[in-house]
């Protein structure tokens, strides 16, 4: 079947989509039917194993169309050449997915967190997501609605660590708890506009991310952690942002969702 043109299928950008938890968003999002923008701060066009470039080769294997942005999300001064290649190619933007994000170099006491760390985590995981959301809406909220297609959406990819302590990574969570009310105001100032915004927050997913403590959450999932018993894995948040995408959750601004295997649960 001859593929539609440009500009007549929904578009989404997702923010570090190499690898991880954003290939699983970017996959999930192309099998929808979406041209996906996928911007990573890592950008090597000769490798095809891994990163943009393999995912570029994943999607065009599902009959899909990516376009690969290089780019650092905590630049916000760069936000504007990032949107404006993916509008450029794909005629519009009907979702942002804010799922880039970093994990503190070292894991130390909260009376140990450095100033450093605490604003590289804060940049990039609050700050450069809050102005490329602003950015976005605008966007949004300028184009023609797309004809048949999904309501304009903003997902954030905050985490459980939005709401639970890891006293060894106070500066993470207190980005993801930034994160998570970043998602609240803008669900408040965007629902009477027709933009969704939903926060997906993930719980022990396995990723290069969480490769270093492999052994650690291997244990505290055999113990009884995760009352889903398993690790989870990039295509389960990458089918959640699928269903927002979609718009399965069409009256559900504001919603947060839990992709934690059961670890919202309290239990005694
Ligand atoms: N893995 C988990 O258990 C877990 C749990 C909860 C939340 N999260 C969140 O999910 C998101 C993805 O996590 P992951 O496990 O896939 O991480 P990951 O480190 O495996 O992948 C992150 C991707 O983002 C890119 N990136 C990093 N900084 C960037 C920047 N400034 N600009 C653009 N791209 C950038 C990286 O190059 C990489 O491709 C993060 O926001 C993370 O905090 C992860």
Redo the contacts with the bound molecule.
């Keep these: 079947m001859p593929k539609k043109p440009r500009g007549s299928r929904p578009a989404a950008v997702v923010?570090?989509a190499?690898?991880?938890?954003?290939r699983g968003i970017v996959l999930a999002l192309a099998r929808e039917g979406f041209d996906v923008v996928g911007?990573?701060?890592?950008f090597e066009p000769g490798d095809r194993r891994k990163g943009l470039f393999e995912v570029k080769e994943r999607v065009r294997e599902l009959g899909g169309r990516f376009l690969p942005v290089a780019?650092?999300?905590?630049r916000i001064e760069d936000h504007d050449r990032m949107l404006d290649a993916a509008a450029g190619v794909c005629g519009r933007i009907d979702v942002l997915v804010n799922?880039?994000?970093?994990a503190p170099a070292e894991r130390v006491g909260v009376l140990e967190t450095g100033p450093a760390s605490y604003d590289r985590l804060l940049s990039?995981?609050a700050r450069?997501p809050f102005f490329l959301s602003q950015n976005a809406a605008k966007r949004m909220l300028a184009q023609k609605p797309l004809e048949n297609g999904p309501a304009p959406a903003i997902v954030f990819?905050t985490?459980?660590s939005a709401a639970v302590s890891s006293a060894s990574r106070a500066e993470y969570c207190i980005s993801k708890a930034a994160l998570s009310m970043a998602a609240t105001v803008f669900a408040d100032a965007l629902a009477a506009k027709g933009i969704g915004v939903y926060e997906v927050r993930?719980?022990?997913?396995a990723?290069?991310?969480?490769a270093g403590v492999k052994k650690r959450y291997d244990r505290l999932i055999a113990e009884g952690l995760v009352p889903q018993g398993r690790w989870g894995r990039p295509e389960d948040v990458g089918r959640a942002v699928a269903a927002l995408a979609r718009g399965d959750f069409a009256f559900s601004t504001g919603a947060v969702i839990e992709v934690s295997g059961g670890m919202n649960v309290r239990r005694l």
Excluded: H
């Design positions: 923010t570090g190499g690898r991880g938890i954003g911007i990573d701060i890592v780019g650092d999300i905590a799922n880039a994000g970093v990039t995981n450069g990819i985490s459980i993930p719980g022990i997913i990723t290069d991310m969480t």
